[in-house]
């Protein structure tokens, strides 16, 4: 398209404007070729004729659209010209308030006159990393963009500031050396950061000063080289000063001040220490009062003081070299005060008594009359002699003010020289950032020598300048092969070669002041007579014959040529230099030595140009210094990379965010930047790569024209929207434009979608339209059809009731007749009821008096015949006992008689013998009778069986007549129950009739009375109500004072939360310092002696195995230092290991075969113990026998009790069962009383067997584990015991029932112990399947997530993903093999021996088949067996004393945590660790207890230090560390802890040591491995966090990216390499997958995953504050997307209450206010009231940065974001505008008790272990 077609109507173009340099206006016609007149309108409305010259016919600039404007790269503007960026950064300073604007690859930076809040640490990480492009300008990126480059190309590089006077040029130099120092660490040397950062307040106390244009103006140029190693640390820093600003010294102009130093030195005058100085105010002296402006405002000088001072200190400066320092500062001052008196027109004198001379010769400890002297006379030398002349008196104040000059100048360079050692390194220096703080172009109304140098400088760095742009222009055509044609460019050689070209201005002026007689008019005609023809830069003023004219780049500018000479000489009388080097005062003298050494060196160096030169012709001009040091540093930076920053000064007034169009744009001309943009616009300045190009503006082509190849497809677009191929190029990677295309395809976008927009709006109209009719006519057909409906039901309604009344009225009438009919009938029946009643009751009456009547009668009766017959037999029995006494007495008599006879004995004794025969007979015949009689008794008993059956039968028919007759009995009291109730609620009826009369009389009475009541009652309520009052107020009250409480109590909880994170950043702190330390003692013992601690390394490789430990925390960092020697010891060591490899598997294989005939010869001692017991296991075999046989036939008693019991509640409705009292009950009885008995003496024989088994056991097992607690001391006791009762005796003639009883306890104790070995096994077993049940669950859970997450993934990331898995499968499978292999062979090995046993056993069992004859085998057929009981383990764990460095060496150093979390229990490694510390507790070894406790933390420290960016170690050890600390709380014995255990669990708490100081140990150890795993989470999840939620677009829209500039091109990546938010939740979910496979706790688990997303958010919102292009409605919708992601991960992992979901809030109000209408007052409400989270700065910063993506998008105006400020000043918040990604919210480590029992813990083979012992 025709550039005049662009001038079509409502195009915008730009004005040129006295006042505001260029003004906007709009075309009012259309312009056609030819026209001389353009018809325009201003903003204000008034209409204006712009005459367009025919000869050259330019038109007046175009201006950009809106959405271009305010971009924060220039090159990205369609139109690149003057007016286009002035307003550009007009916009961005003014209404964005943003000071940084990007042009190509110079930063412009404008100072704003105003402290801003963005350069805090929290800025510097979030630029840290980033790529130029991708956040907005700042001096950070740049910085950042040196420091890449540096680390990428190897290359030194350079950063340009500058700038006029106040620009801020010292101010961004300051913070790009923060900046590096901030993101670099210094090596070999601590704190050199700081140093370098501390040489800034020095440099400007000594070379900054008070302008009239800048309050803290740098006087002099600086290049600061700051040097790097391997490591990117910074190694040291050198810097190198030019042209010092001398003739400040002594003279200033109205409104400006002397240097800085001097008036902090009078403001610290009253300090003791500068009191010998004698000063006083800054008035009393005249280098310090010649301004009239002492003060700055807002700066204290005292203060300042203190700074500079502690600098010098930092810097290693001495502090009797800062007094010395400080005291020549004082003489110079006191040297201004020194008053000189004419005496004649050439003679001058100074009073010898003169009070400042006398202090500036005291301070300088030279002699008075001298130097008073010396200053009023110079010596002239010839070639034959020399003479002293006196001067006059304005020579002799020039000489005093050269002296000044000479001597500040010389302590400047003494101390730029100091600061250069204090930051010198002995580390090598791999390459240098150079920051370079140079005066810019300076143009005064009178300018003199010092303004003509600096311009000379800022001549050549443009021209460096413009090479390098041309350069890179080049190279990028180049690159993507664009044809390259000359760009024609300013060449400001001419201007150069006019300066210092031979014959130039500064060789003119070093030969004149070569000349004795030479002048500056002298000089001013040769530059006339020489350069005024030759050169076109060069011009004379018209009205001057001393002062030219230079055409610079920037401006012409006018020197005066007074002072030329003799600023360039810089001549000082030497006398008066001699005179000072006879001074006793050591600093001024080593000045002096100083300088006579650098000007001999000079000497030797220069080249003389005729022989017998002296020595005043070979001191070098300030012009020729100046020039060779300029050369310098030209070289300097063409050998590095420069990056430029160009300050610029807004406004002469210094006030805030106010520009100056006139001045700015005088800056921009003179630093470059418009020919920056002129040699960018004269190419192809816009540049887009074909994916942006496609995705801006897709919406221009068809469906059709869309092709799979993008370059293509743009290429066909473009060749039918623009004909002219010239305005655009095609490159390899990119489309070029031509300016103003950019805008035109602008153009014909917005049109588009302005047509499209119509288009939707025409349809949604009629859609709207259409909708609106069809609900009219939907709701006409429904009104009537409910109308009609209405009236229907209204008349059936009515029909409805009609009938309804009809049917009510049958009903009542019906109901009335049935209700009559009822109560009558009801009233009959009740009265028949009650009489019939009162006939029963009085029937029964009389029947009870009758029966009860015949009752007592026949137990009268009874009692009387009893009574007489007891008194009748009781007669009787007496009188036959009287008649037998008598008899018996009778008897006696006649035998006592006989008894004395001889005869009666012959008598008693015939025939005894044949008595005797005759009873064995007898006898003989009563056993046979006995037997018949025995089986008679069975018959009888078979019989009586039969009987008893019958009789049961009997029984139970009985028991059910008699139930049945007891119910029929029960029946008849209920009955005349009821019917005295009923004649008793008749009576009560009656009553109550008869009450309730009363009642109502009393009722009467009452109410009365409660009238009363209630009136005083209601008087009552009212003073009560009153008091009620009061008391609501006083509770009011008391609700404040509890509000207030608990705002307290919630403030104290806070402070306590702060506390406690203030505690763990200093634990965290104080654990880096430590580490710190350990570090730089490793460093200083490797310093000392690195050889001997090699050789040390490499000979106790074979040592035991606790140095072998302390020795590998320190192995990473000696090899860091000695990898060359590590590397020539490799080999041997190899070779050494291998050996040892090789000796290790022998002596494994020995001690197996140790082990092997250790167990075999434990087996034979067994043998012969069993040989010995085989003659006790005969007798035992006999007692189980009888024993078995009595238990059977105790069980078959057993049986018939339980037949006689069943037989007796059988029922049977045949037979009923026997009478209580019966003969048959009565039998029964007896048997049963017999069987019990018999039942009870078989019990006694059962206990007395029972005793000698177990004795027998117990002898069998005295020495096995099972025998131990069995007490085989029975004391059996005698029967004779005094205290025994002779029942006892009978009952335990032998000691039977004792030793019964003793035998049943010791019975009862081995079942007991048996069956709690059975329930301790099958609990085991049950556990174990269990664990093998959840393991299988968490597989398969873990598989169906992978199988998932690589479905969701592209091709290639699922074969990796599937790979990852199947490698980490196959590993654990490895594993579980090696163990498995290791299992097998300890079964194979006792397999082994069971073989061995089990083939003497068959050789025993042969031996014994023939002894099958044996009564005891054939009674059973089988031998008794005896189970053996299972080893109870207690818990812990043996070790040798030493053993802990190999425990730990295995358990923590050498420990792989993924093989123990897969295949074992999780906290496997602190069960060990406390089992073993448990054993230490039970010897009461507090030195192992200890020693383990103390190697175990440092284990660990270092396992974290080595590896503590390996995530699942750092998971690992957190979760065993925690577990640990759990561990020592739970077995502590604290009775509240103790509480939750089991019974064995506090069976098994330390006993002898109270660890609760360890606990706090544990915790903090814990607390620094927790801010550990934040640090290695956060390193993981930052790369990706910017990039998954903020610049990849899930949620793909219209409305495309904007055009941007050259820092974003350079920086695009490509799609296949995108970072989604499916990556991020990929990494969150990894994250939560290890610590749950850790069992690290559920509620910390959840602070993690807060802190985790605390970070997302807080490094989100960071960049979304500090990238532009990011905060539009569209990023915002997007956001919010996202954030809806992660709340939806939370709650798949249950983990929505965690407070993570809460620290999204921020982010997620930064979205809402992205997208939230920002127009009225209203908005600004709402806004308020929903940005709680965020504060007032972060509102305003997002309401400024936002950013129309389309021209229908309106931007935030300023009154609007005034009236948020307004609304918001009440809020006491903090005014920081980035959230600080770096805080770690305080842990709390919650107490979890494990329910693991130690006991059952195995400790597997895998962990080379073996040398624990489990107890």
């Not at 049109?751 to 709701?779: F, G, H, N, P």
């Amino acid at each position: 398209m025709a550039a005049s077609g662009l001038y079509s109507k409502y195009a915008r173009v730009w004005l040129p404007d006295a006042a505001e340099v260029w003004k906007s206006a709009e075309l009012i016609k259309d312009y056609t070729p030819g026209d001389l007149t353009l018809t325009l309108q201003l903003e204000d409305g008034t209409e204006v004729e712009h005459k367009i010259d025919p000869k050259t016919n330019n038109l007046p600039p175009l201006r950009n659209p809106n959405i271009l404007v305010g971009e924060n790269d220039l090159t990205a503007l369609s139109y690149l010209h003057e007016p286009a960026v002035l307003h550009n950064l007009k916009v961005r300073f003014i209404d964005s308030k943003l000071i940084y604007t990007y042009c190509g690859i110079v930063l412009v930076a404008i100072n704003p006159y105003e402290s801003l809040q963005i350069y805090e640490a929290d800025i510097i990480n979030a630029y840290s990393g980033q790529n130029m492009g991708d956040m907005d300008p700042h001096i950070f990126a740049v910085a950042e963009e040196a420091y890449k480059q540096m680390a990428r190309d190897e290359r030194n590089q350079s950063i340009i500031v500058s700038g006029e006077s106040g620009a801020g040029k010292t101010v961004s130099a300051k913070y790009a050396m923060r900046y590096f120092a901030t993101v670099s660490l210094s090596s070999g040397e601590a704190n050199i950061e700081d140093r370098v950062l501390a040489s800034s307040p020095i440099m400007e106390a000594l070379g900054n000063a008070k302008t009239t244009r800048n309050d803290n103006s740098s006087r002099f140029g600086k290049y600061i080289e700051i040097g790097f190693d391997k490591k990117l640390s910074i190694t040291g820093a050198n810097m190198r000063t030019y042209l010092l600003e001398k003739s400040r010294v002594v003279f200033q102009a109205h409104g400006e001040r002397n240097y800085h130093v001097f008036y902090q030195l009078c403001a610290s005058s009253h300090l003791p220490e500068f009191k010998a100085f004698k000063l006083g105010c800054t008035e009393d002296f005249h280098y310090t009062n010649q301004g009239q402006s002492p003060v700055i405002d807002g700066v204290d000088d005292a203060k300042e003081m203190c700074n500079t001072r502690k600098a010098f200190s930092l810097l290693g400066v001495s502090e009797a070299d800062q007094m010395s320092i400080y005291q020549i500062l004082a003489a110079i001052l006191h040297l201004s005060n020194v008053e000189v008196k004419d005496q004649s027109a050439d003679r001058s004198s100074i009073m010898p008594d003169n009070a400042h001379l006398m202090v500036f010769c005291e301070l300088m400890g030279v002699p008075c009359e001298e130097m008073a002297h010396w200053l009023c006379h110079r010596t002239l030398k010839t070639t034959t002699e020399t003479f002293v002349k006196t001067v006059s008196k304005m020579s002799a104040v020039n000489g005093r003010d050269a002296l000044a000059k000479h001597i500040y100048a010389t302590l400047f360079s003494r101390i730029v020289a100091s600061i250069n050692r204090a930051l010198e390194s002995a580390a090598k220096q791999r390459c240098f950032i150079g920051v370079l703080d140079i005066y810019g172009f300076e143009t005064f109304d009178i300018n003199s020598f010092e303004q003509f140098c600096i311009n000379y400088a800022n001549e050549k760095l443009q021209q460096q300048f413009n090479l390098h742009v041309f350069k890179l222009e080049q190279e990028e055509y180049m690159k993507e092969g664009i044809p390259w044609t000359l760009i024609d460019f300013f060449d400001n050689q001419p201007c150069i070669n006019l300066i210092e070209a031979k014959l130039g201005v500064l060789d003119l002026l070093d030969e004149e002041c070569r000349m004795p007689k030479g002048s500056d008019d002298t000089w001013a005609q040769k530059l006339y007579n020489t350069l005024q023809k030759q050169n076109a830069h060069f011009e004379k003023p018209r009205l001057s014959n001393r002062a030219f004219i230079i055409h610079h780049f920037a401006d012409k500018v006018e020197y005066q040529c007074e002072g030329f000479l003799e600023k360039n000489k810089d001549t000082v009388n030497q006398d008066q230099i001699n005179v000072l080097k006879k001074s006793k005062f050591d600093m001024l003298l080593t000045l002096f030595e100083d300088e006579k050494a650098t000007s001999s060196a000079n000497k030797r160096t220069a080249v003389t140009g005729r022989a017998g030169q002296s020595q005043k012709d070979t001191k070098k001009t300030v012009g020729l210094q100046f020039r060779q040091s300029l050369h310098l540093l030209m070289d300097t930076l063409n050998a590095t990379t420069p990056h430029y920053v160009r300050c610029i000064k807004p406004n002469d007034n210094k006030a805030s965010f106010t520009l100056d169009p006139v001045r700015a744009v005088q800056q921009l001309r003179a630093c470059g930047i418009l020919e920056t943009i002129r040699i960018s616009a004269a190419g192809f300045p816009s540049r887009w790569t074909y994916q942006e190009f496609f995705c801006r503006y897709r919406v221009l082509m068809k469906q059709k024209d869309v092709l799979p190849d993008r370059k293509q497809t743009c290429k066909c677009l473009l060749e039918k929207l623009i004909k002219d191929q010239d305005l655009y190029q095609f490159g390899k990677n990119k489309i070029f434009f031509r300016a103003g295309q950019v805008a035109y395809l602008e153009k014909l976008r917005s049109d588009k979608l302005r047509e499209a927009c119509v288009r939707i709006q025409k349809t949604i109209r009629c859609w709207v339209a259409r909708k609106k009719y069809l609900r009219m006519r939907e709701s006409a057909v429904t009104i009537q059809r409910l109308v009609r409906g209405h009236q229907a039901r209204c008349y059936v309604k009515f029909l409805r009731r009609t009938r309804a009344a009809i049917t009510i009225q049958r009903m009542v009438r019906m109901w009335l007749a049935r209700r009559r009919y009822q109560r009558q009938r009801s009233a009959a029946i009740t009265v028949q009821c009650y009489l019939r009643a009162y006939m029963a009751k009085k029937q029964y009456y009389k029947l009870m008096f009758e029966q009860k009547a015949v009752v007592v009668q026949k137990w009268v009766r009874g009692w009387l015949v009893r009574r007489h017959y007891r008194r009748t037999l009781a007669a009787i029995i007496l009188l036959q006992s009287c008649v037998r006494r008598m008899r018996a007495k009778m008897d006696l008599k006649k035998l006592k008689v006989d008894a004395r006879s001889v005869e009666h004995f012959k008598k008693l004794n015939f025939g005894m013998e044949n008595k005797i025969m005759q009873l064995q007979h007898k006898l003989n015949e009563q056993h046979k009778e006995n037997r018949e009689l025995s089986e008679r008794l069975n018959s009888v008993e078979k019989s009586k069986a039969l009987e008893r059956e019958r009789c049961t039968r009997e029984i139970e028919n009985l028991h059910r007549s008699e139930q049945d007759s007891r119910a029929k009995a029960e029946k008849v009291p209920s009955l005349l129950e009821q019917l005295s109730f009923l004649q008793h609620e008749l009576e009560k009826t009656r009553r109550e009739k008869d009450d309730m009369e009363e009642q109502k009389k009393d009722y009467i009475e009452r109410t009365q009375q409660v009238v009363e009541q209630l009136n005083s009652k209601n008087s009552v309520l009212n003073s009560e109500n009153d008091e009620l009052n009061k008391q609501i107020l006083e509770q009011a009250q008391n609700l404040t004072e509890i509000k207030s409480n608990v705002e307290i109590t919630k403030q104290m909880e806070k402070d306590l939360n702060e506390e406690r994170s203030r505690y763990q950043s200093l634990l965290s702190e104080h654990l880096h310092l430590e580490e710190r330390h350990k570090d730089l003692r490793e460093e200083m013992d490797l310093g000392i002696s690195p050889r001997k601690s090699g050789q040390n390394r490499k000979d106790s490789i074979f040592s035991n195995a606790s140095s072998e430990f302390t020795q590998s925390l320190g192995s990473e960092d000696e090899s860091s230092v000695h990898t060359e020697d590590e590397s020539q010891v490799d080999l041997s060591v190899l070779l050494k290991l291998q050996r040892r490899v090789k000796e290790l598997e022998q002596d494994k294989q020995s001690l197996w075969q140790q082990l092997d005939n250790r167990e075999e010869a434990q087996q034979e001692k067994a043998e012969e113990v069993e040989t010995q017991r085989t003659v006790g296991r005969a007798e035992l075999d006999l007692e189980t026998l009888k024993r078995q046989e009595l238990e059977s036939e105790n069980k078959k008693l057993k049986q018939d009790l339980n037949e006689l019991r069943k037989s007796l509640t059988n029922e049977d409705k045949e037979s009923l069962p026997p009478a209580p009292g019966s003969m048959p009950y009565n039998i029964l009885l007896d048997q049963l009383s017999s069987s019990n008995e018999e039942l009870e003496m078989r019990k006694e024989e059962v206990l007395l067997l029972r005793s000698h088994m177990v004795r027998q056991e117990a002898l069998k097992h005295k020495d096995s584990a099972l025998g131990e607690g069995v007490n085989l001391d029975l004391e059996i006791p005698s029967f004779k015991d005094v205290n025994r009762s002779s029942e006892i005796h009978t009952l335990n003639e032998d000691g039977e029932l004792w030793l019964a009883y003793e035998g049943l306890k010791e019975t009862n104790r081995l079942l007991e112990f048996q069956m709690q070995e059975q329930k301790r096994i099958h609990s085991d077993k049950y556990r174990k399947l269990t664990e093998e049940v959840k393991k299988l669950k968490a597989e398969r859970e873990q598989q169906q997530k992978l199988l998932a997450q690589t479905l969701l993934l592209p091709e290639d990331a699922r074969i990796e993903a599937t790979l990852k898995h199947a490698i980490t499968r196959l590993t654990n499978d490895n594993l579980e093999l090696m163990e498995h292999q290791e299992k097998q062979d300890k079964i194979i090995r006792k397999l082994k021996k069971q073989v061995k046993i089990y083939l003497k056993k068959v050789q025993d069992f042969e031996v014994g088949a023939q002894q099958k004859n044996n009564p005891v085998m054939n009674a059973r057929g089988r031998a008794v067996s005896i189970t053996r009981k299972e080893r109870e383990y207690q818990g812990m764990l043996e070790y040798r004393e030493g053993d802990e460095g190999r425990l730990l060496k295995n358990m923590v150093t050498d420990l792989k945590p993924r093989g123990v979390a897969v295949s074992f229990i999780p906290g496997l490694p602190s069960y060990i660790i406390f089992m073993c510390l448990r054993y230490a507790d039970n010897v009461n070894d507090d030195q192992r207890v200890s020693n383990l406790l103390n190697s175990t933390i440092s284990s660990i420290k270092g396992v974290i230090k080595r590896r503590g960016d390996d995530l699942e170690v750092v998971s690992f050890w957190l979760a065993n560390t925690c577990r640990l600390m759990h561990c020592l709380k739970q077995y502590s014995g604290d009775e509240e802890v103790m509480k939750n255990n089991t019974a064995k669990q506090n069976e098994q708490c330390l006993t002898n040591f109270e660890l609760s100081e360890y606990q706090q140990v544990f915790g903090d150890l814990a607390i620094q491995i927790y801010r550990q795993l934040i640090k290695c989470m956060e390193e993981i999840l930052q790369p990706i966090i910017v990039s998954s939620m903020l610049e990849h677009e899930t949620i793909h829209s219209v409305l495309g990216a904007k055009p941007t500039g050259l820092r974003k091109r350079s920086t695009t990546i490509p799609e296949a390499d995108t970072v989604t938010v499916d990556i991020l939740l990929q990494r969150l979910g990894l994250f939560y997958a290890t610590m749950s496979q850790h069992e690290m706790g559920s509620e910390l688990i959840e602070q993690v995953v807060r802190q985790q997303f605390y970070v997302i958010c807080a490094v989100t919102l960071n960049h979304l504050l500090l990238r532009k292009d990011m905060c539009s409605w569209s990023k915002g919708l997007q956001i919010r997307y996202n954030v809806w992601q992660l709340e939806e991960w939370l709650a798949e992992r249950g983990l929505q209450d965690c407070g993570a979901k809460e620290t999204l809030e921020p982010l997620v109000q930064a979205a809402q206010l992205l997208q939230i209408k920002k127009k009225t007052e209203e908005d600004a409400k709402a806004i308020c009231t929903m940005c709680t989270a965020l504060t007032t700065t972060q509102i305003v910063k997002v309401l400024t940065l936002y950013t129309p993506v389309i021209e229908f998008e309106e931007r935030v105006s300023i009154t609007f974001i005034t009236m948020i400020k307004d609304l918001l000043s009440g809020r006491v918040e903090s005014s920081t505008l980035m959230m600080d990604s770096k805080k770690i919210f305080s842990v709390t480590i919650p107490f979890t008790p494990s329910s693991v029992a130690l006991e059952t813990i195995q400790i597997p083979a895998s962990l080379n272990l073996a040398f624990l012992k489990r107890i």
